[in-house]
């Protein structure tokens, strides 16, 4: 019993003089909006079994070579197609198919491509990506950076205090992104979050 009582006053005694050795700090978060131009990217299955009434008796090589016919008709790029026979497996449809990603830079290319109607063909989903080089993270990190000690020192301002020293930086931005693709999103700005703690003086 006496050395659980010693125990916790040491403990008591160790925190109250880390206590008295932090400075008061105040914590805010930093934000700046950035522009992206980021890869989009439409997933399509095209399937047999898509197909059973409005085209029975079409064998899938006749499927595919439709498909591609309507896809060089509207002028899109088959170079630009990957096909993924292993992902169509892995939905365990009955019949013969197969999984094709469509990647472009241009929104307008996108909206071309999932537009197209043929045979056997259905959309599985449609998203964009885009990665922060280096330099791009350290430029807006500073920018946040620097919209958080500015909104510090409004604060500290009305309460008859300054602004110190940044002693703690938490960045949990990532560098990369890849967002699904939804009506009314807004796909060419972020915003870049940071969370600083300064002294107050």
Do not use: W
């Not at 659980?4 to 005694?13: A, K, N, P, V």
């Not at 085209?55 to 070579?65: C, D, I, N, R, Y």
């Not at 909206?111 to 350290?138: N, P, R």
């Not at 409004?154 to 009506?183: C, F, P």
């Amino acid at each position: 019993m006496k050395k659980y009582i010693i125990q916790t006053f040491i403990l008591l005694f160790t925190m109250t003089a880390m206590a008295q050795t932090a400075p008061p700090s105040i914590s805010v978060n930093g934000t700046t909006t950035y522009s992206i131009k980021p890869t989009f990217n439409a997933k399509m299955i095209l399937s047999l079994n898509n197909v059973y009434y409005d085209a029975p008796g079409m064998t899938f090589p006749e499927l595919k070579e439709s498909y591609f016919a309507a896809l060089k008709k509207q002028g899109i790029d088959l170079e630009a197609l990957k096909e993924d026979k292993f992902a169509y497996e892995l939905l365990r449809y009955e019949k013969e198919g197969t999984y094709f990603e469509f990647k472009t830079n241009s929104i307008e290319t996108l909206e071309k491509f999932i537009s197209i109607k043929a045979f056997g063909v259905s959309q599985s989903d449609s998203s964009f990506e885009y990665t922060l080089t280096d330099d791009e993270i350290a430029t807006y990190a500073k920018a946040a950076y620097d919209n958080a000690k500015a909104k510090a020192e409004a604060i500290a301002k009305k309460i008859d205090r300054k602004v110190g020293k940044a002693i703690y930086i938490h960045d949990s931005s990532s560098n990369k992104m890849s967002e699904s693709l939804y009506y009314g999103s807004d796909f060419s700005k972020r915003d870049y979050q940071i969370s600083v703690s300064f002294e107050l003086l």
